[in-house]
C-alpha cells in the first residue's frame, strides 16, 4: 500500500518570520495525519523551518537545487548544502523552473542523480501545456518526461522517487484536470515506469496530482487509485487550508 504523501510548495512567499508562524500554527492540525506533510520552502526560510518542524511530523524540502557539488555557479545551492542542513525532500523540474530558467530533462536528469548521491528524496515535476493537451499529446509528454528524468537511476532509485504529474494548464489558475482525467494520466506514467523497471517497481512509485489542489476538491483526487497526494502550490501558504487537504479523510 502506497502512502499519500502531501507537500506544500511555498514558490517565492514567506519570510523566515512568517515561516516560524506557519510552522507552529499547521503543526497542532496534522499531528495525527496519516500521510506524509511536506514543506517546500525558499531557501532563506530552510533553517528556521527545520528549527521550527523539530520534533514534529513536517517534513522539509527544498524547492531547486544545482546538479553540480561545487563550483562556479553564482547563486546556486547544491545537494551536498542541503544534505548539510538535513533537509529531506527536493522539487526537481517545476514547470515554473522550465518556463523562466530553460531547465531541460537533461537538467533534469542530472539534478535527481545527484539528488539521490546526497540523500535527498526527489520531487520530479512533469506535465503538459494546453496546447499540448488540446492536440492529444498529453500521454506521450508526460510519459518521455518521466522516462528521461528516471534515465540511468537503479530500481531502488526509481522506487524512492516521487512524481508530481502537474499539468501545466493548471498550476495557479484554479483550473483542475478532472479526477478521472488526473487517475488516467498517472496510471500511464505508472505503466512507463513498470514498462522499464518492471511492474513491482511501478506499483511502489508515489505519484502526486498537483494543479490547483484545494481544501474542496483534495478528498476527490486523492481518493482515485493511481494519486498518491499532491504538490499543493497556493494554498499551502495558509495553515487551516494546507491542513485540511492533509487531512482529507479517504
Not at 522550465?98 to 528524496?121: G, I, M, P, S, W
Not at 537503479?154 to 504529474?165: D, G, K, L, R
Request: net charge negative; charged share 25%; hydrophobic share 40%.
Amino acid at each position: 500500500m502506497r502512502k499519500k504523501v502531501i507537500a506544500g510548495n511555498w514558490k517565492m512567499n514567506m519570510l523566515p518570520d512568517e515561516t516560524i508562524r506557519f510552522i507552529e500554527e499547521l503543526a497542532p492540525l496534522v499531528k495525527d495525519s496519516k500521510n506524509e506533510v511536506v514543506l517546500c520552502v525558499p531557501y532563506t526560510d530552510l533553517f528556521y523551518a527545520l528549527l521550527t518542524a523539530q520534533n514534529t511530523n513536517i517534513k522539509i524540502g527544498a524547492q531547486n537545487m544545482h546538479f553540480e557539488e561545487s563550483g562556479a555557479y553564482t547563486g546556486e545551492v547544491s545537494a551536498k548544502m542541503l544534505q548539510a542542513i538535513h533537509v529531506e525532500y527536493v522539487i526537481i523540474g517545476h514547470s515554473e523552473r522550465r518556463q523562466y530558467f530553460h531547465e531541460t530533462d537533461e537538467t533534469v536528469n542530472k539534478k535527481v542523480k545527484a539528488a539521490f548521491q546526497y540523500d535527498l528524496k526527489p520531487i520530479v515535476c512533469v506535465g503538459e501545456t494546453l496546447e499540448q493537451r488540446e492536440s492529444g499529446e498529453t500521454e506521450k509528454i508526460i510519459t518521455e518526461q518521466t522516462q528521461l528524468a528516471l534515465q540511468g537511476l537503479s530500481n531502488e532509485q526509481v522506487e524512492n522517487t516521487i512524481i508530481a504529474y502537474e499539468p501545466i494548464w493548471a498550476i495557479g489558475t484554479g483550473k483542475t484536470a478532472t479526477k478521472e482525467d488526473a487517475n488516467n494520466s498517472i496510471q500511464a506514467i505508472r505503466n512507463k515506469i513498470a514498462e522499464i523497471y518492471g511492474q513491482m517497481v511501478a506499483n511502489r512509485v508515489i505519484i502526486q496530482y498537483g494543479g490547483s489542489v484545494k481544501s474542496s476538491n483534495a478528498k476527490e483526487l486523492f481518493e482515485m487509485p493511481h494519486i498518491d497526494g499532491g504538490l499543493v502550490g497556493g494554498a499551502s501558504l495558509k495553515a487551516e487550508e494546507f491542513s485540511k487537504i492533509v487531512n482529507f479523510e479517504g
